[in-house]
């Protein structure tokens, strides 16, 4: 998407972007009106007419404009009127600019289309059935058929595959305009470029995590259809969309399927093979319903075939009594849930197809390489993967456009296959076929635009393609550019830098530069004849090069395996030099015209070194004369790839051995990123205790890795090829089978070789330990097995048995399985026919089975291939088979319980079940499936794909928190199923253990995702389970819970019960009862679905309590004003119209302000962020609520009129979320907010608490009654609470009635509430509803839609109703004829009732406090965009009273003359405030770029004035003060710009950048005279620039400036930019340890003393927390001062010898830098980042995130 249309995501409501109802953009015609649609519950457009075209709807107005919605599905939500035809007429704009008109209605009998016309016809069910009907029988007597009943439909109408599919695959542009013609019902509109799905409320896809595209996510909330209660969403609308993939449906448009499934990593098998379920002859009939999949077989014995009667089951069958459930059960068609049960969350591998093949991304953070047939993307600083997924085979070959936001990719193989990919969106863009067999390099241009392939086809001919991908991004196709075909050998291919038609090759023996022109390829190549034929192996452009430089001027690298480096001359295809690069080591043993070269294999040349690597494993870094090797690392193999990064701070760097790691080049540190297994890994084993990973490869290695770093720990090498592992269950020990034959124990902690067996003639198989560690058991492929005591060090061998196991070794590496109780060993053998099962500590046979009968139906013998026991269980043992099938076989009986035919493609390769036998895991070939164990659903089992080779082993880690499976490399995945997510019932076993021996602890219990089901008393098997005494207030009574039996008790597993025990009070049901919130809930507080509810916003930073604050009267400088408002709170404002005075906080200070005179007082004490206010009804009192800071929330009691503190009480362990004082002041009420939903009543008088009581879910509102003395009420999440209040003197008591919404709002919180009488509440919900309650009955008697969008601001006065919401609308309502209805209503009197809008006002955001006057004619509403507007409704005008913002401050500035002062933001606005009024003079706003920067031009005058900013895109904006414009717009740099400051003079802009680039712009036109590199790679943090001749120094200049960047390098220059001249006058390196914690380092701070030029000063990171005072001419530091805390920022003053200084402890420190002496201030709540001083030195600024601050300053 362009950034221009970033607006349009993710959706544009199209009624309300071009405002409909106003009908200024949009036209109407006809019988079109507004009415109320009583199964939508919200008002509707209903558009009538005889002529269909006469009645309508056009979008827009004028016809010669466009809507330009780019979105790629258009969405109507409308109703057609049964047996009246409609119209629909949609005109798109194709790309290449044709306009499409799309015509649909239910008047049309076919599909008709034209080269700029598509008709379809619609038919929606039964209305066309009725419509055919009627129209057969037009004139006859007989009554037509009855009309049906038309439901409201969402037509999801995919305009870019309508026109691709219909229209010769045209490319569809925008949506141009919409007309909704008679006779239809329309509620909304709207473009997105998401695939919705209708069907999906918001709360099921929250706890369904489905993400919002690919048709698995919600509608957006004003496009949502309202769901009865009792109802489903299919049975009351239709979903249509069109066209469904590959259905033509020969261009009708009808109702069909639209269930949409969620997206995972599965591959669908089901529809080419159903998994056959078959039940065993002696269990008892089971009849199910199975979707998509047979019926399971019943198969008989030859005695039950013989009409014999079956034999009678002695002992009870868990398999029998299970079945006879799922018998009696409804038929119900269910699937395995969660969907997907699998996600696959990291990968230990790199390379497969090549090594070399990897990519920086342009910031430095990720690098994206291919693991064998999938993209992988993994941040280098936590090792965090995401993967691009798609390819069939092996990736060859990857390419990222110059800003990494496009990939391309390139697999080999039969089907080689191109795609492209949305790196940051993940998804695949285009996928091109090359019909070439190999893929050896690929290349993008910069721009993205051109990509390349070079490749083999099936001759061994090269094949060179070039494609257009200009419209890739716009979803537009990829088309071939040019193609050609030679003998000539490429190893690789990149285009140019500077011309996007211009490539370079090398190869064998040849370097060729090649031209696209006109859809031709033409090369030609670079004469070598003098060199000898050579191997060449890699090219590079030279970097730095602009693309208006001249072509003679650009120079191409090639290295080859001689070791020669040419430079050729591109413009003239010559040989500049060649250059012979040798070792160090090598220079010193041989003579240099004979030595020999160093083998390069791959080269990266950035802008100051050449990056090499080569054959003998060293990376070397050369200067671009190669004169010296300037740094070299030494690998483990060959060096296979160099890549430099685009700031060349990294070079990243892959070998042979698949390892991949990168050098710091400043810090000469090496990092490995991923080591691999160069071969395909055969086996693994996991240590549960330790998280480690031991895996055995084809490659001869044996690796233990750790399982949440990915890093290898261990690395044991073999000329003996591994064949299997196992760890020991207990001890760091584990073993290691060998294709010899031989068995070798070793010690995991210190890598020691414990025992050494060779029992075995063959290739060990199998190798296993009993659970409890006593034993450990090997099997060969010639039969033989082994039994070993593991309780010894040297294990030794107990019993070898020979010929008792199949031979062969198709088995390995899992050819042995021990039950869960250790005493039973199974193995397929002695045959592949036969399964034995033997005793544990004898190996002598107990069982053995021959599968090859099982089945007597089947044409061929069965061999048994896999064998697995059941986790929970020994009687189990699972059989996989050469027919595909497993079976289940009793180990007791011998007979079979159950089988399942058709598992994979290919047989089951391995095979595992989860610990609390759920779960069955298989592989085969290169997919995982995850089964029901129990086959209870239709759908039994999902598939998931990733692997590109046969997956030798799969299984479930101890604990079965994830899933891993080896092969072509290893695959860890998280398993989703926890069976506290998805609740079950279970029978209760009295007894039962606590917890699971054999599973690993969790961290925290597992939280249910939804409240268990409700206990059915109706079932016979009950159990009784005892109340907690101690939870309840009353005595404790039995609670009958019945749950159906899933499992047999005997068998039953505690660790799997989402409730172990359940604890319900006797008297729950009354609120009244004392219940902290913690006693009720047991799961972690989630934050409601509701934007009224607090929340503090997030801070890392915490207070410094032992600063040192100044005493009353004596500090150094005061608050004079603070500038903004906390739009993060909520209800964090009141005003006293009779005062004439209003407050409001900012941070953690309570503003106090004079509406007529805007003079400030300021009620300082609180630490964190205030939450809400509440303000007496006498105005004398005022309270202060914050967020919680240490075990409980602070709420402060103020005097208004002096700002004295009274009162300092605390309850809430959370925040606050709501005061209130009552009508006569006697009692404050006090709300918790979602972590702690609990009120408490305080005395009005001397705030002692009176009462607390807890509640059952969050609070977002609460009042006193105006006059009810007592009575008050609240609203959250699970209602209204209507509450009573005694006070009994010393305490009281509080009762609470709870009342749920109404069913015609749907499920909705009620968020708001407000008093119209002691008899009539109002209340809002989240969904814009406004519900009028009676208070003496507690119902409500009536509600209507009063916004689109939540309601979080509601006041009453008199009949006037005020409502505030996230749309922005604030409304005034009249509701006189509320209270008149509910007097009728109660004496059962019907009557007809309507409120009337009467005025409403567009404010700049969302409306969270307000405060009105008795008779809301005027008052203060406050907005998320932390601004303060004063409306009055009598001339419905809105002022701006406080303006701030609304995101981090980055930076401030003052005017040289301290008239104005300017803000810059992370909102990417810029503001201009007045000096002392403060008011906001200007705002200019770039959308979707910080602004980081700001600085004030020297110029005098407000005509001359500017101000200049910097952005994070690289770019400098110079603003006029005078015009209010942008004057002219630069881009010196790549990168954010972090520092920026015009020179003393004016005359140039100085900018710094996060790549530690600074360039020198002049003023006047805006053109980069200079860019000085000396502090590259690393981000500058200051530039200033003084006025000072430099004739003391020793240079030509009349200002010195400086930098400092964030590796602590400060440079000092001399320069007179008039002349053009720059110097260095001084340069300063601090030392500095390694910085070790999670955050960044604090920044280089460095600034000119005022009053001395020559003295500098300095604080950042270092070996000591101080100021450093550097003398430039001494050349040393003169002076130091400590500091208790590392600087965040600092600010000098000229006025006297005065340093204000802040830090992340959110303490503000002035100093005086003479003698030392400071005080501290902690007004802010969070860490500062910036502070200023006024040229005069009399002011200060200081700013944490939003919170700014302006100070007096008096001195010290």
Sequence with gaps: MAAKDDWQHPFVNIFKHFRLLEWQKASKEGDVTLYKDKTLNSTAIRIRGAVPDNSCIRIPKNTHQSLALTGRYFYVLFKPNPGKPFLIVLDVTAEDGRVIRISISNMFKEFKFTSTSLLFPFQCGSEFDWITKTAKFPQQRYRPPEAPKVLWTCLAMDLQHTLATYLNHLSYCSLKSVKLCAYMSVKNAFTSDLLLNPEVSYRDAKLMGLPASDGAGPMPREMMFPVPKGSTWQNCYNHIRFPLEGDLNCGIIRKGPSKMETPSLMEDERQSQNPELVIIPQLPEVVTAVRNEP??????????????????????????????????????????????????????????????CALWTMSGDSVVYPCHAIVVSMKIDSNEQRFFIGHTDKVSALAFNGNTTLLASAQSGHY?????????????????????????????????????????????????????????????????????????????????????????????????????????????????????????????????????????????????????????????????????????????????????????????????????????????????????????????????????????????????????????????????????????????????????????????????????????????????????????????????GFSSGVVRVFDNSCGKLLAEHDHHRGEVVGLAFSPDGDCMYSADSEGSLALYNSCDNDSHAIRVVCGVVARGSGRAPDALTVSCDSRCLAFVGPSEYTITIADALSLEESLRLDVSILDSESTFLDSAMKVCFSSASPEHLLVATSANKILWVNTKTGSLLRQVSKVHKHWCSSLAVSNDRKYLV???????????????????????????????????????????????????????????????????????????????????????????????????????????????????????????????????????????????????????????????????????????????????????????????????????????????????????????????????????????????????????????????????????????????????????????????????????????????????????????????????????????????????????????????????????????????????????????????????????LSYHSDILLFTATSRGHICAWDIKTQSCFMTWEADEGEIGVLLCRANSLLTGSNTHWLRLWEVEAVPRRMKLLAKKKECLTSVVLKQEIMLDGTAVSAAFDNTMDMGIVGTTMGTLWYVDW??????????????????????????????????????????????????????????????????????????????????????????????????????????????????????????????????????????????????IATIQCVREQCKDFGLVGNELWLAASLDRRVSVWAADWFKCKCALLDWLTLPAPPYCQDDSPPPSLAAFCPTDPGLLIYTGYGTEKELSFYSLYKKTIIKKIALPHWATCFSLSSKSQLIALGSKERVLKLIDWTSGKFQDFLEHSDSLQTCRFSPSGTLLFSVAHNEILLWEVNGL
């Excluded at 302000?1153 to 009192?1181: F, K, M, P, T, Y």
Aim: proline share 6%; with cysteine.
């Design 295 to 356: 019926r399971p077989e019943q198969e008989s014995t030859p005695s039950s075939r013989r009409s014999t009667p079956p034999p009678i089951v002695t002992e009870e069958d868990e398999f029998s009594q299970l079945e006879e459930e799922v018998a009696e059960s409804p038929k119900e068609i269910q699937k395995l849930l969660p969907d997907p049960i699998l996600r696959l969350k990291r990968i230990i591998g790199f390379g497969g197809a090549t090594a070399k």
């Design 416 to 736: 080689c296959v191109v795609r492209i990919w949305n790196y940051l969106k993940g998804n695949c863009m285009a996928m091109l076929r090359m019909q070439s067999h190999s893929v050896t390099s690929l290349s993008f241009s910069y721009s993205g635009t051109i990509l390349c392939g070079a490749g083999k086809d099936s001759r061994g001919k090269t094949l060179v393609v070039v494609w257009n991908t200009a419209n890739v991004g716009n979803g537009g196709e990829v088309s071939l550019f040019a193609k050609t075909k030679m003998d000539v050998d490429i190893k690789a291919m990149k285009i140019a830098n500077f011309d996007e038609t211009r490539l370079v090759s090398c190869g064998h023996d040849s370097i060729r530069l090649w031209r696209v022109r006109k859809g031709t390829l033409r090369s030609c190549p670079v004469n070598l004849d003098e060199y000898g034929p050579l191997d060449f192996t890699d090219v590079a452009f030279e970097e730095g090069n602009s693309p208006q430089e001249h072509l003679d001027d650009r120079l191409l690298f090639a290295s080859c395996r001689s070791g020669h480096i040419f430079e050729i001359d591109y413009a003239r295809v010559v040989i500049r030099n060649v250059r012979w690069l040798f070792p160090v080591q090598q220079q010193e043993k041989w003579p240099l015209n004979k030595a020999p070269g160093i083998a390069i294999n791959s080269l990266s040349v950035c802008s100051t070194f050449c990056a090499t690597g080569s054959e003998d494993g060293f990376l070397r870094l050369w200067p671009l004369d190669f004169s010296a090797v300037v740094l070299e690392a030494e690998h483990e193999g060959p060096v296979s790839l160099v890549s430099v990064s685009s700031d060349s701070t990294r070079v990243l760097t892959a070998t042979f051995t698949a390892n991949l790691g990168f050098l710091d080049v400043s810090s000469r540190g090496y990092n490995t990123l991923m080591r691999s297994h160069t071969g395909a890994v055969l086996g693994f084993s996991v240590d549960a205790i330790r998280r480690h990973l031991t895996t055995a490869s084809a490659d001869g290695s044996v690796r233990i890795w750790s399982m949440d770093s990915l890093q290898q720990m261990f690395d044991f090498v073999s000329e003996d090829k591994p064949c299997s592992v196992a760890f020991h269950p207990s001890e760091q020990i584990f073993s290691c």
């Design 922 to 1312: 298989t592989a085969g070939h290169n997919a995982i499936k995850v089964w029901d164990y129990n086959m209870h659903f239709s759908m039994n089992s999902q598939t998931f794909i990733g692997h590109s080779q046969p997956i030798n082993q799969v299984s479930f880690t101890p604990g079965q928190q994830g899933v891993v499976s080896v092969g072509d490399a290893i695959f860890l995945w998280d398993f989703l199923a926890h069976t506290a997510d998805f609740p079950q019932t279970f029978r209760l076993s009295p007894g039962f253990p606590s917890a699971s021996a054999d599973e690993m602890p969790r961290e925290r219990a597992p939280l249910p995702a939804s409240p268990p089901p409700p206990l059915d008393a109706s079932v016979t098997d009950s159990t009784e389970v005892e109340l907690d005494d101690d939870l309840s207030d009353g005595p404790s009574t039995p609670l009958v819970v019945t749950a159906t039996d899933s499992e047999p008790s005997s068998h039953f597993d505690p660790a799997t019960t989402p409730f172990l025990k359940i604890t319900e009070l006797a008297n729950s049901f009354r609120l009244s009862c004392k219940l902290p919130s913690h006693d009720f809930t047991g799961k972690k507080p989630v934050h409601p679905d509701c934007y009224r509810h607090f929340i503090p916003r997030f801070k890392t930073s915490t207070r410094d309590e032992t600063a040192v604050t100044p005493h009353p009267g004596k500090a150094g400088m005061t608050l004079k004003s603070v500038i903004g408002y906390n739009g993060n709170g909520r209800g964090n404002l009141v005003w006293s119209p009779d005062q004439g005075l209003f407050a409001y906080s900012c941070g953690g200070v309570v503003v106090v302000e004079n509406v007529n005179s805007g003079h400030q007082r300021h009620l300082q004490g609180h630490g964190e962020e205030i939450s809400c206010l509440a303000i007496s009804n006498d105005a004398q009192i005022l309270a202060s609520a914050t967020s919680k800071s240490a075990s409980e929330s602070l709420i402060r009691i103020w005097a208004l009129q002096s700002g004295a503190c009274l009162n300092t009480v605390s309850y809430h362990r959370g925040a606050v979320q709501n005061l209130t004082f009552s009508k006569d002041d006697r009692f404050f009420l006090s709300v918790g907010d979602f972590s702690d939903p609990s009120m408490a009543v305080w005395c009005g008088a001397t705030f002692r608490m009176l009462s607390s009581e807890g509640v059952l879910g969050p609070i977002h509102d609460a009042a006193f009654s105006p006059s009810a003395t007592g009575q008050l009420a609240c609203v959250g999440s699970q209602g209204v609470y209507f509450g009573l209040f005694t006070d009994s003197g010393q305490d009281g008591d509080l009762k609470l009635q709870r009342a749920r919404a109404p069913v015609e709002v749907g499920d909705v919180e009620l968020t708001s």
């Design 1434 to 1579: 009598s001339d419905n005008s809105s002022i701006r009273l406080v303006s701030g913002h609304n995101d981090k401050v980055n930076d401030l500035a003052f005017q040289a003359d301290e008239s104005h002062f300017a803000t810059c933001s992370q909102d990417g606005s810029l503001r201009v405030w007045t000096n002392p009024t403060n008011e906001l003079v200007v705002q200019f706003q770039v959308l979707n770029q910080p602004c980081t920067c700001v600085c004030w031009s020297p110029s005098p005058g407000v005509q001359r004035v500017r101000v200049a900013a910097g952005y994070s895109d690289g770019t400098l904006r110079v603003f006029s003060l005078a015009s209010a414009e942008m004057e002219r717009k630069l881009h010196p740099h790549r990168v954010a710009v972090t520092a920026i400051q015009y020179s003393a003079n004016g005359d140039v802009i100085l900018s710094g950048g996060k790549n530690g680039l600074i360039a020198v712009s002049r003023a006047l036109d805006g053109s980069t005279i200079r860019v000085f590199r000396d502090h590259k790679g690393a981000a």
